[in-house]
């Protein structure tokens, strides 16, 4: 069984700033690619960010200049620097590992933008 756990959720105004955090095993983090979700109330899970196993990144429209997804590879963490936060960025923030055959998911980590 892979864990994949996410972590840095939480409540902040519109403008404020986040961190988000996910934890992988070394095998999964050396070998795959990285990438955070979401899904807000009502919505499909859309892709925002991801890196590969080269450090090649990729980012939704809607986030770029604003979200940074960057890898600690000494502590096997992939983080996703959230600036600038806006009331439509509210979802649940989800980390995903995947290659070739597999594809692992995080349990989410609930993001709220509100005044």
């Known amino acids: 069984q892979v864990h994949i756990m996410e972590s840095g959720g939480g409540l902040v105004q519109p403008g404020g700033s986040l961190r988000l955090s996910c934890a992988a095993p070394?095998?999964?983090?050396?070998?795959?690619?990285l990438s955070w979700y979401r899904q807000a109330p009502g919505k499909q899970r859309e892709l925002i960010a991801f890196?590969?196993?080269?450090?090649?990144?990729h980012y939704k429209e809607s986030v770029k200049g604003r979200f940074t997804i960057s890898k600690n590879n000494a502590e096997n963490t992939v983080h996703l620097q959230m600036n600038n936060l806006k009331v439509e960025d509210t979802a649940v923030y989800y980390c995903?590992?995947?290659?070739?055959?597999?594809?692992?998911w995080g349990q989410g980590t609930q993001v709220t933008v509100s005044s």
């Open positions: 995903n590992a995947r290659d070739e055959s597999n594809d692992y």
């Open positions: 070394e095998s999964i983090f050396a070998m795959y690619t």
């Open positions: 890196v590969t196993r080269l450090d090649k990144k």
